[in-house]
């Protein structure tokens, strides 16, 4: 396993349960999706994962990534494992960038970090081709904008490709195609799909069971609990629990009904 979460249980500083008893497993080269519905626990998971959670939230369980225990490890060793080998493409891309520095320099700034011996050309070569694949168009435009004049599914392929720069062994994806159109959309998942026969483990969480058919896995979630989990082919057409079997009911409907 690449990532382990063993018996996680994350409460508000209230005393208030947001996620209980969430344990699961991402294989290398593996994709497995957390569907739910709105305020199910998933985004604090991903934080919960990424060491994002402050004092506000008390953690138990554990957290394994190659079997070392993330939550536990020296600030030094967290920082050369956080942002290169476990990326995060946040849930909200109008808010993840900085809006006082052009788009490019935030690129340069973050590869940096933990790439500093390459050229600049090399850099620019990386992104570009990166860009490129995630469909932008326009890119020298782009790079010299600010946040806020860009649209939302801008932002939202610019997080993506910010986290896929450094080429991370563990991409965790928080609603990252919300904000897409569905032809880009279906490509994207095609690009994530493929980095995965490359060998990066994708946890991709949406609240879209459609969007999670090319995941390998499926875990549903609801109030914080796990409701089940397993084969993507098994929850999608022998789902075994009630909330499931709503889900993917719920998702029948919207295709069939005009609002
Ligand atoms: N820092 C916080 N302080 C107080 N409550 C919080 C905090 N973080 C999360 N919560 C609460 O935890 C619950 C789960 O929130 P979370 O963002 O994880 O949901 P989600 O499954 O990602 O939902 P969505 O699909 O809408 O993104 C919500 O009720 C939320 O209000
Ligand atoms: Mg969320």
């Given at each position: 396993m690449l990532l382990e979460v063993k018996d996680l249980n994350l409460f508000l500083s209230s005393g208030e349960p947001v996620a209980k008893n969430i344990s699961f497993g991402i294989e290398k080269g593996e994709m497995l999706s957390i569907v739910g519905s709105s305020g199910a626990g998933k985004t604090t998971i991903c934080k919960a994962v990424m060491g994002l959670l402050g004092n506000g939230c008390h953690t138990e369980g554990e957290i394994l990534y190659q079997r070392q225990k993330l939550l536990s490890l020296p600030d030094r060793e967290r920082c050369m494992i956080y942002g290169k080998e476990i990326c995060l493409i946040m849930q909200n891309p109008m808010t993840a960038f900085?809006?006082?520095?052009r788009i490019g320099r935030q690129f340069e700034k973050t590869y940096l970090l933990h790439?500093?011996?390459?050229s600049h050309s090399e850099r620019m070569g990386r992104l570009f081709n990166l860009l490129q694949i995630l469909g932008l168009e326009d890119i020298n435009r782009i790079l010299n904008?600010?946040?806020?004049?860009?649209?939302g599914g801008m932002l939202q392929r610019l997080m993506i490709a910010a986290a896929l720069m450094n080429q991370p062994s563990l991409l965790i994806a928080d609603e990252?195609?919300?904000?897409?159109?569905a032809c880009n959309r279906i490509g994207l998942m095609r690009e994530l799909k493929g980095f995965c026969k490359e060998g990066m483990s994708v946890l991709f969480v949406t609240h879209d069971l459609r969007s999670a058919s090319v995941s390998d896995r499926i875990l549903v979630m609801n109030d914080g609990q796990i409701i089940e989990q397993g084969a993507t082919e098994q929850i999608l057409n022998?789902?075994?629990?009630d909330y499931t079997k709503y889900l993917l009911s719920a998702c029948q409907m919207e295709r069939r009904e005009r609002i």
């Amino acid at each position: 396993m690449l990532l382990e979460v063993k018996d996680l249980n994350l409460f508000l500083s209230s005393g208030e349960p947001v996620a209980k008893n969430i344990s699961f497993g991402i294989e290398k080269g593996e994709m497995l999706s957390i569907v739910g519905s709105s305020g199910a626990g998933k985004t604090t998971i991903c934080k919960a994962v990424m060491g994002l959670l402050g004092n506000g939230c008390h953690t138990e369980g554990e957290i394994l990534y190659q079997r070392q225990k993330l939550l536990s490890l020296p600030d030094r060793e967290r920082c050369m494992i956080y942002g290169k080998e476990i990326c995060l493409i946040m849930q909200n891309p109008m808010t993840a960038f900085n809006p006082s520095i052009r788009i490019g320099r935030q690129f340069e700034k973050t590869y940096l970090l933990h790439h500093g011996k390459t050229s600049h050309s090399e850099r620019m070569g990386r992104l570009f081709n990166l860009l490129q694949i995630l469909g932008l168009e326009d890119i020298n435009r782009i790079l010299n904008s600010y946040p806020f004049t860009l649209s939302g599914g801008m932002l939202q392929r610019l997080m993506i490709a910010a986290a896929l720069m450094n080429q991370p062994s563990l991409l965790i994806a928080d609603e990252a195609t919300t904000a897409i159109d569905a032809c880009n959309r279906i490509g994207l998942m095609r690009e994530l799909k493929g980095f995965c026969k490359e060998g990066m483990s994708v946890l991709f969480v949406t609240h879209d069971l459609r969007s999670a058919s090319v995941s390998d896995r499926i875990l549903v979630m609801n109030d914080g609990q796990i409701i089940e989990q397993g084969a993507t082919e098994q929850i999608l057409n022998e789902p075994k629990e009630d909330y499931t079997k709503y889900l993917l009911s719920a998702c029948q409907m919207e295709r069939r009904e005009r609002i």
